[in-house]
């Protein structure tokens, strides 16, 4: 992981309001620490994961790293990528993939810096930091210049998941990740969550799933109407309490 990873010491959500008349969300994420977001569609999960991108601004409150020479804000998605956080999209064909480029194209992309020398692209290190996250994510493509419409859905969602780790980020957003992926793919992918946080890395996973939810993560945050109505971890996280939860019902 990056420098800036490893002086990272959690994400502080301060008083954050993600919707008109909602009450503001305080909460920390920690380093190595899975979050679960869950809820109905439309009841604020989605917006509250892309504020903390830097996608889409609060209506109030703010973001910000825990830093050893303090707080640094989060204001948009180019502070956030710089500050050290990726953002996995929900629809990769419509926000995720590049359809006319190809497979090493689609990952190399958000870190062309990292491939210059002298001012020109090298072919060379492009090609050296795909196959190592080829190799660590299993990605199964006939060649890197092929193009990535003719990978199945679960190794193009991969190909978005390397581009994303190659940033070297201190926290990963991921927005129902194993959506339209198959089994196989699906436990590759959890694998990989885990071991990333075993590293250190914050995860944050907004889930349709609440299987995946309960597999993966050490608490849960469950919205209701643009709120954090439940902060559930430990014993507590079984199916029957959060969809209580989300429901507004005591479980």
């Known amino acids: 992981m990056a420098d800036r ?26 380093p190595g620490e899975i979050v679960g977001l869950a809820g109905l569609d439309g009841h604020g999960q989605e917006p509250f994961l892309k504020m903390l991108a830097g996608l889409d601004p609060p209506l109030g409150g703010s973001i910000a790293l825990d830093l050893p020479a303090g707080p640094r804000q989060i204001t948009g998605f180019r502070k956030a990528v710089s500050s050290g956080i990726a953002y996995l999209p929900r629809d990769r064909r419509a926000s995720g993939i590049f359809p006319t480029q190809s497979v090493l194209d689609n990952f190399a992309i958000s870190t062309l810096a990292r491939d210059t020398r002298l001012g020109l692209i090298s072919p060379a290190a492009r090609r050296a930091r795909y196959e190592s996250y080829r190799e660590k994510l299993s990605i199964v493509a006939p060649r890197p210049d092929a193009p990535i419409t003719t990978l199945s859905g679960g190794n193009q969602q991969k190909v978005l998941l390397a581009r994303a780790l ?54 849960v945050l469950v919205f209701r109407e643009n709120e954090v109505a439940a902060e559930i971890a430990g014993e507590e996280m079984n199916t029957e309490t959060v969809i209580a939860a989300m429901f507004g019902r005591a479980a």
């Open 5 to 30: 990873a490893s002086d990272f010491r959690g994400l502080i959500v301060h008083d954050l309001v993600i919707a008109p008349g909602a009450s503001p969300i305080a909460k920390r994420i920690a």
């Open 166 to 219: 190659a940033l070297q980020p201190a926290i990963l957003l991921l927005n129902d990740p194993t959506r339209g992926v198959d089994v196989a793919t699906r436990h590759v992918l959890y694998d990989v969550f885990r071991g990333l946080a075993g590293d250190g890395m914050a995860l944050v996973i907004l889930s349709s799933e609440i299987e995946e939810i309960l597999l993966l993560c050490h608490r």
